[in-house]
């Protein structure tokens, strides 16, 4: 193995046991994703079921349905990396694979985050008239962005060598 190759993994290890590595890794990842997108879309599809829907104005209906979409693409963007890796599994390109899951995983990240966003909007709209939900939701919108991107990326910056 080259010394740009060592320098750049950090491991002695092959293109190969590297992406074996990292399969592992964003499978651990994504399975935590995976089971918070689809606890919070099977709520999600229950509440057009209950009699308090119906007393729903337009403009909570319209959040609901946007809300739902958006949990149904997220759950297909999560759970998008385990059919990837079913279908080329055996065909020798594990490198290209975990490419591509790693950017379904990020997309299915993203649109959770909105996802989120649009519920917390709506349960704090049914919840009360008040004002200040934009305020509450922008907040906690900050705090995922803060948790979910921010910080990875500011220790990405921070800590990775430049050798």
Known sequence: MSQATERRTGRDETEEERADRMWSELIQEVRVAQMGVQILFAFLLTVVFTPTYA????????????????????????????????????????????????????????????????????????????????????????????????LPWWTRHRYTSRD
Request: one cysteine or more; hydrophobic letters at 55%.
């Open 55 to 150: 007393d729903l104005g337009d403009t909570e209906k319209t959040i609901y349905i946007v809300t739902v979409v958006l949990g149904a693409a997220a759950t297909g963007a999560l759970i998008g990396p385990v059919s990837l890796h079913r279908l080329v599994s055996g065909r020798r390109i594990k490198p290209r694979a975990v490419e591509w899951a790693s950017r379904l995983t990020f997309v299915g990240l993203v649109l959770l985050l909105a996802t989120m966003t649009s519920s917390l909007l709506l349960i704090l709209r049914v919840a009360t008239d008040d004002g200040y939900v934009p305020w509450l939701v922008a907040g906690v919108v900050l705090w995922y962005l803060i948790c979910w991107f921010v």
